[in-house]
Each structure stands twice: as structure tokens, then as C-alpha cells.
């Protein structure tokens, strides 16, 4: 057989009989139980390190050689790739040096993959002798390892105990090698599907990260909670200790959550010119670092993260443009280099998240803008109030005491003083209700409860519709917080405000109770609807809303041509501290 094609099975070795059957003059003998008990425990063995020791301490043990190999051989089948001994300590292995790589009687089995019994392995025509430091050898035995008619390897046996190795220890040394066959393809198949399984664990954490990214951002989730989201799913992702991400703002990177092993950063800015990091930013691919101190040329530290070894930073891109990095420390508990596999990941992980966070950046930018156009509107509603009626009024009041003034008539003078009085009166409970709009002094002095059954009255007697109400809140001794009694306040007070503008509605329903820590508020009317997911461009809608979302509640809207139903729940939070009590209108306006 030419050196470079793969051996095969000996024709002639293969028609003996291999089986513990086949060694006749041991059918009766203590080896083959042995050998029986032996292969049972080598097939049912699926660490291939353990199984290969137990292959030579038992092919020693079975044989009586001092010294057993096992010599594996390359993917083209011409030397051996790993060769490993039992019976020769640390201290003779440094003497020996470069292992054998399958020259002189050890090329001869890879050419001939057939058992070789040897008095005198030195007397073989193909011997190279043995390098300086080598322990002396004489008595040899080899024979082939196969799997699946290839040749995997050799097993080797030098210096019986009492002489030369017999054909009895022959058959023994083929028994044990046809189950150490046998018992590392098992080894072999179940580490493949050990790989296959930890890929596809891989792949299904990879999917449900990204999934769970995808659900954010079709929640429309606040900046604050897709970060967070994102760090802890990138985190676990690829197994690292610490993971930063840092998001693009102007001409600077700048960390805004992290998980893991890491103080909080949160705040710190790098020069994207300036920074390793911002650099792997600008060019757009992935980079993984063993060197973390050297190559990103800051002190970790200032990530929060103490003295890590490795790292994997991955820039998120959206529409071609960055957003930000994923920055990963240590790979695992013992702080291992990140894999391509890990690259692969966190990139494609990245660029969902890049997704996330430049919606949820766009949400909160309209709601910002939302928010501030909304303001915006209703400055100028209570500049209209305040121009065509107090001012006017004022106006009106003026115009009539310069007239009595000017005609000096006692009796005209006290008409006109009587209906200025009357003037003013009404100008105060203009201001007044004014006022109340702005900061109802009830809400503070008496509590959600009552300022809620005070709007109610009002609208009672301003709006003509009929109202039914329950409300089930704690009383004044057990206050809830300040800002969400004035959520709520406002959520009533606006949806009112619209069935009364609007709806055209006969009656309204208000329900307001809190039970398992959430407050749920319904106001329904009977008027006439409309398309809730119409653009408003008064402060109605997109106020409440943003009343609900930042007091961490959900809204929703339920219109038709029968009517409409708003539903709101908020998390119901105690009060620690009152706000003050508004001694004057003036005061409770302020």
C-alpha cells in the first residue's frame, strides 16, 4: 500500500475471527470475562479523553506491557496527529522531546494496517532506533484501531513484563481494539450531537433574543426599557461577563446601560475619533480583542469593568447608519476569547437592536414633539379665555366707570359702580374656575376622591348630560402619589372636557377603582364616536396619552357610532409627601 491513500482494513486480518470467540485458547480464561466487562465499560464511555486513558491503562493491564500509545492519525491517513502514552511520567517525556509522528516501525502499521508482534523492535528492518532520553524498549505489539473500515489509529504496547508478547495477548490487544472502535465512534456521534444540540441552543437563544427585541419594539417600549432589554438578552447571548451598550450622540459615544459584572457607567462619553471604539463605529464591522487594555487605549475602568481580558464589539447599524456599539467583556467564567460564532451572533442580534433603539428614539422624539406642541396649544387656549373674557370684561368694567366718571350724575355713578360690582363678580368666578382647571385646590387639600366629585358637579351643571359615577379610592389618610392623583385628575378631567366639546352625548359613566395595585379608570359617554387613530392636533388625545405613559400606565380607546370608552390603568403608587396646601385660588393657580 503507497503512503498517502487511505489504509483499509487487511483482507486477510479481517476474515479472522476478531471476536472474543475467535481466541481460542482463551475461551475459557479469566481475560475474557475481563475483556467482556472492559468492553461494556469502554462503549458505555462518552468522554473521549477518559475513554482513550481507559483504552491504554487497560490494554497494560491486559497484556502485561509496561508502556501502551495510542497514535492517531491525520485526515490524509499518511502520520500521525496526536500521540498519547500511558506508563511514561512528565519527567521522561521532556527528556524524549517531539513525539513520534509515524516514522520507522510505526509507518510500517500505517502502510500495513495489520497486527505486528515483535521480540526485538530495535532488530526491525524499518527501525530509526529511539531519540536520547527515550527509556529502553524491546518487546513490541501494534495493531489498528478501525472505524467503519478507516483506519482511525494504532494501538501500541512495548516491554512485556516476562519477555515477548504472545499471540494470546494479540488476539487480547485486537479484542480491545475493536471495542475501543466501537466505543469511540459512540464518543465520536454523541459529541457531534452534544455540538449540534449546543448550535441549535445557540441559534434558539440567538432567535428568542431577537424576538424578544422585536416584541419592544412593536410594544413602542420607552428608550429606557429596549436598552435594558437589549444589554441583558446581548449579555447572556454570548455567555460574556460584562456587556456596555453605547449610543451615537453628535460626534461622541455615550454609555447609557450595561449589565453583569459592571459598576454603573451610565453618562460617560467617548470621542468617537478619538476611541477605539468609535473607530469599529465608523467602519462598521465587528471586532473581537484579546489585548482590551492595549487596543481600545482607555482604562476599562471606565466602563466599569475591572481588569477584563477579552472583548467583542459590535456596532449597531440602522439603515446603514450607526447607532451605537454592543461592547462585550470576557467570554464565560473564566473570561475566554469570543468565538466567530459569538461574532456572528451578537451581530445579528445587533442589528434588531439597532432597530429597537432608533424606533424607540423616533417615539420618544414625537412624543417630545407631541408633547410640546400640545403645551403649546393649550397656552394658547387659556390665552384665548383669558383674552375674551377676563381681558374683555375688564375692558367692558373700564369703559363703564370712565362713562359714569365723565357725566358726574350720583345716581348713574352708584347703577354703574352696582354693575361693575356685579362685574367683577363674575370675572372671579371666571378666574376661579380658571384656576381650578389649572390646579384644582380640592386635588390638594381633600384628596383625589372629592376633587374627582367636585369636576363631576361642575360638568353636571356646565355640559347638560347626565353623569353616573363610582369611585372607589383610598380616602384622605391613605393618599396616593401626588403626580399620579394628578394623572388621573387630568385623564377625567380632559375625557369630559372631549364628550363635552364632541360627542354630543346624553350621559356618562365614570368608574375610578384600584384593586391588585393598579388603578383603572373608565370614562364612557353614549355620543356620536369618532377615529380614534385620527391625527389630533388639539391637546386631547396626545395629552392623555402622555399623562398615561409617563405615569407607566396603558390607554386605550373604544369609538363608534354608539359611543365612546376610555380605559386607562396605572400603577397605583402610595404618596410619601403631600404637596402644599394652596392657602388662596391665587395660590393653588401658582
Known sequence: MSRGKPPTWDENYADRSDTVDGM?????????????????????????????????????????????????????HTALERFLTAGIDEATHRAIGELPRGRGVLGTLIEHPQPLRLADVGQHPSSYGFPAGHPPMRSFLGVPVVIRGQVWGNLYLTEKADGEFTAEDEEAAVVLA???????????????????????????????????????????????????????????????RSLVIMLREGEELVVHASAGHVSDTVGVRLSIAESTSGQILERGRPERITEVASRLRIDPRKFGISNPRTALLVPMLYRGDPVGMLAAFDRGPDSEVFTEDDEQM????????????????????DRLRSSMAAAEAERRRWARELHDETLQGLGGLQVLLSSA??????????????????????????????????????????????????????????????IEHELSLPGSAARLDGELESAVYRLVQEALTNVAK?????????????????????????GAGFDADAVSEGFGLAGMR?????????????????????????????????????????????
Open 502 to 526: 364632541h360627542a354630543g352625548a346624553n350621559s356618562v359613566r365614570v368608574a375610578i377603582s384600584q384593586a391588585d395595585g393598579q388603578l383603572q379608570i373608565e370614562v364612557q359617554d353614549d
Open 24 to 76: 481460542s485458547e482463551m475461551h475459557d480464561g479469566p481475560w475474557v470475562r475481563r475483556l467482556l466487562d472492559v468492553g461494556r465499560a469502554l462503549t458505555t464511555e462518552l468522554d473521549q479523553r477518559i475513554l482513550l486513558e481507559r483504552v491504554l491503562e487497560e490494554a497494560r493491564a491486559i497484556t502485561g506491557a509496561r508502556y501502551a500509545a495510542l497514535g492517531i492519525l491525520n485526515e490524509k
Open 405 to 466: 366718571l365723565r357725566r358726574g350724575d350720583l345716581e348713574r355713578s352708584e347703577q354703574a359702580m352696582r354693575d361693575a360690582v356685579e362685574h367683577i363678580q363674575r370675572e372671579i368666578e371666571n378666574l376661579r374656575a380658571i384656576i381650578t382647571e389649572l390646579r384644582p385646590a380640592a386635588l390638594d387639600e381633600l384628596g383625589l376622591q372629592t376633587a374627582i366629585e367636585a369636576l363631576l358637579d361642575r360638568h353636571r351643571e356646565e355640559s347638560g348630560f347626565q
Open 178 to 240: 475493536d471495542w475501543a472502535a466501537i466505543a469511540i465512534e459512540n464518543a465520536r456521534l454523541y459529541e457531534a450531537s452534544e455540538r449540534r444540540r449546543e448550535e441549535a441552543e445557540k441559534a434558539s437563544r440567538g432567535l428568542e433574543a431577537t424576538r424578544d427585541v422585536a416584541v419592544a419594539i412593536g410594544g413602542e417600549i420607552a428608550l429606557e426599557h429596549v436598552l435594558e432589554l437589549i444589554v441583558k438578552r446581548g449579555r447572556a447571548l454570548v455567555s460574556a
Open 346 to 365: 451578537l451581530r445579528t442580534f445587533a442589528a434588531s437592536a439597532a432597530t429597537a433603539v432608533a424606533l424607540a428614539q423616533s417615539v420618544q422624539a
Open 546 to 590: 402622555e399623562r398615561v405613559s409617563l405615569a407607566g400606565g396603558t390607554l386605550t380607546l373604544d369609538s363608534n357610532e354608539r359611543g365612546t370608552l376610555v380605559k386607562a390603568s396605572l400603577p397605583a403608587r402610595a404618596g410619601s409627601e403631600r404637596p402644599p396646601v394652596a392657602s388662596s385660588p391665587a395660590q393653588a393657580a401658582s
